[in-house]
């Protein structure tokens, strides 16, 4: 029987993954752009300004409703 390939962590279809992903994020981020309700929101500006631990600065903010 022969001997099954280790798995590689890196390579062309992890790189390739990686791309896709890059490119509609980027495709997203523009779409949300197009509205300034969500650009001038305080989540927006941390996401896209912050500097570190963005998930804690997320926590930080107050508590919204939906109203």
Do not use: N
Request: aromatic content about 8%.
């Amino acid at each position: 029987m022969p001997a099954i390939p280790e798995k590689s962590s890196v390579g062309d279809k992890e790189d390739a993954f990686i791309e896709q992903r890059r490119s509609l994020l980027e495709k997203f981020m523009r779409e949300c752009g197009k509205y300034e309700y969500l650009i001038e929101s305080k989540e927006f500006k941390i996401f896209t300004h912050t500097k570190g631990e963005v998930d804690k600065a997320l926590d930080d903010l107050p508590r919204q409703t939906p109203l």
